[in-house]
């Protein structure tokens, strides 16, 4: 059950103010009595009621009388001062993520090779979005046949976005795709990922022919292969993630000369 005190009063200001509704205005005396706040307790109480702006006083009666503001007035008072607490929060913890980013922040060898793989549909996910966060200077798109990335719904909006986070970065976005995949696209992903990032300077898709399965090149030390499920060619099996410069560069150079003779896409 909802409470006062879920919106940060405590349980004897709860009850003031509850009472307060009942009894309109009225004295601290009359208020502890009705309240069951004790008499020691009650001033500190209202006091602290008149700073959340919940309570208005009467400071000419003698003795002096408290009056509750409207319910919705004070849930609203509560309300905004929640949200201002969250705010601050939020802030304190950014500056936190911030700092921490830095002092975190290694160089990783460019010789270093590793691998790992994810196994499912949101593993998969998961992974290619964390290493397309990642990406610090280029990410190069490789797609021969229909994949996740290219379906309707929550993932391929997932990628675009971690696309277009990675382009505010600077980083550049390079898509090649076959005619025939192309083709496939219904209209609404092809406003995802040409209409929503073709006017971006660093962003460019191509077409060509001849090309299976699909994969991601990052910062060409790096790349993500896509295993197609064999009885779901639309759903991804696994993502395999491997950091081998000299595997990349050899993807690199298989790249180029097709990007060089693909033709710009048009839509």
Same mark, same amino acid.
């Given at each position: ?8 009063l ?34 500190d109480?209202l ?27 004070a849930?609203?008072r509560l309300?905004?001062?929640k ?23 290694v160089v ?11 196994v499912?549909?949101? $593993?998969?996910? *998961? %992974?290619?979005? /964390?290493? =397309?966060?990642? #990406?610090?200077? +280029?990410? !190069?798109? @490789? ?10 719904? $929550?993932?391929? *909006? %997932?990628?675009? /976005?971690? =696309?277009?986070? #990675?382009?505010? +970065?600077? !980083?550049? @976005? ?26 971006h ?48 560069a ?6 180029v ?11």
């Open positions: 059950m909802a409470s006062l005190r879920d919106l940060g405590s349980e004897y200001e709860s009850r003031a103010y509850r009472s307060l509704l009942r009894t309109g205005p009225t004295t601290a005396k009359e208020l502890s009595r009705v309240s069951e706040v004790p008499m020691g307790r009650v001033y109480v006091n602290s009621l008149e700073q959340y702006n919940l309570v208005r006083s009467q400071a000419a009666s003698r003795p002096k009388k408290y009056v509750a503001v409207e319910p919705s007035t849930l609203d309300l905004a001062d949200q201002r607490e969250l705010e601050e929060k939020a802030a304190q913890y950014q500056s936190v993520v911030d700092e921490l980013e830095e002092e975190l922040e990783e060898p460019v010789e270093g090779q590793f691998w790992t793989a994810a499912g549909p949101d $593993e998969t996910l *998961d %992974l290619l979005l /964390e290493r =397309l966060s990642a #990406a610090d200077e +280029r990410v !190069v798109l @490789v797609a021969g046949v229909p994949t996740t990335q290219f379906d309707l719904g $929550e993932v391929g *909006d %997932l990628v675009t /976005e971690e =696309l277009e986070s #990675a382009l505010d +970065r600077g !980083v550049r @976005v390079s898509v090649l795709m076959t005619p025939s995949l192309v083709e496939t696209l219904p209209p609404s992903v092809g406003e995802r990922y040409v209409s929503r990032l073709a006017d300077p660093k962003f460019d898709v191509r077409t060509a022919e001849g090309m299976q399965g699909a994969f991601y090149l990052i910062d060409e030390v790096e790349v993500c292969i896509e295993v197609p499920n064999p009885l779901e060619t639309h759903q991804a099996l696994a993502m395999i993630d491997l950091k081998d410069p000299e595997f990349a050899d993807i690199r150079d298989v790249f000369p097709r990007w060089e003779q693909a033709q710009p896409l048009t839509l």
